[in-house]
């Protein structure tokens, strides 16, 4: 394979990328195919005015039928941390050509460490379409993860996927860790569903993200099952407006 003939393919597709977390036990991380995708980039677009039959588990694009392989899950240490990759293309990820197209940012380039747009206030960061949603690091959104306690797909519901982490400022790099709640329970024998969930702070359509995970908790101490999520409530000003405990996640324009 010559990396030369294939980099204006890589680079082409980056059009309309935006960007996920890339890892094992991912859905989709063929696209939707069974053959070795390396350059796919099915699991990254947005999802945007979309009926909640579509947006789920981004049954647009038919992802939530690729599970990841059989032993390929995503594993969440109680009390620890896991890392991801964010790119706007699995060619960007070390999960593709050996990592050869990977930096330390999401679009396989060289940036500055305070990268931000043109302008003071810095306007948005124009990366291809502007696939990171935002100005600079300060104002990037943070991204989620939420927990189901079902081994299948199709049991999973909005209220029984509760968010258990949250990464302030991403993505931003390439590289993102997430940290896992001591209090997790262990999984079913089939292992959990995760989702990875982002709302954009502005910078481009006001869309959003989910994508789908087979996880598993491991080194669990705790037996105590999680609650049932509630809705959450925007509660920046007043700490006593916030949902205390279990919380479903955030859906924005759909
Ligand atoms: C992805 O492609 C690789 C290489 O062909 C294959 O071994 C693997 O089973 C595929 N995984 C999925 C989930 O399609
Ligand atoms: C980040 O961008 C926002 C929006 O332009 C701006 O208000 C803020 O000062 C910037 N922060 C830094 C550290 O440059
Ligand atoms: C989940 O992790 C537990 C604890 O390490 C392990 O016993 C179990 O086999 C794992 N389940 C799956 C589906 O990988």
């Not at 939707?32 to 947006?55: F, G, M, R």
């Not at 747009?117 to 379409?129: H, V």
């Not at 087979?214 to 809705?231: D, L």
Request: charge should be negative; aromatic fraction near 10%.
């Amino acid at each position: 394979m010559h990396f030369q003939t294939l980099l204006p393919f890589v680079l082409a597709s980056l059009a309309t990328a935006h960007t996920v977390p890339w890892v094992k036990g991912m859905y989709c991380i063929n696209g939707t195919s069974h053959e070795d995708a390396p350059n796919t980039n099915t699991a990254v677009n947005p999802l945007y005015n979309l009926a909640k039959a579509d947006w789920w588990f981004q049954h647009d694009r038919g992802c939530d039928a690729y599970p990841p392989d059989e032993g390929d899950i995503l594993e969440l240490p109680a009390g620890g941390s896991f890392e991801v990759e964010m790119a706007h293309n699995r060619a960007q990820t070390t999960l593709s050509y050996d990592g050869k197209f990977t930096s330390i940012w999401p679009d396989g380039k060289e940036h500055p460490e305070d990268w931000s747009g043109p302008g003071n206030p810095p306007e948005c960061i124009t990366d291809g379409t502007g696939a990171l949603h935002t100005n600079n690091q300060t104002m990037a959104a943070g991204s989620a993860f939420a927990i189901s306690y079902n081994s299948e797909l199709s049991d999973v519901t909005s209220e029984n996927l509760v968010v258990f982490t949250v990464a302030a400022h991403t993505p931003w790099k390439r590289l993102a860790s997430f940290s896992v709640p001591a209090a997790l329970p262990a999984c079913p024998p089939g292992g959990c569903h995760c989702a990875w969930l982002w709302v954009p702070n502005g910078c481009g359509q006001p869309n959003m993200y989910m994508a789908g995970y087979r996880c598993n908790v491991t080194g669990a101490t705790s037996t105590i099952p999680v609650a049932k999520g509630q809705t959450p409530v925007y509660c920046p000003d007043d700490a006593s407006k916030c949902v205390k405990g279990a919380k479903q996640m955030v859906v924005w324009n759909q």
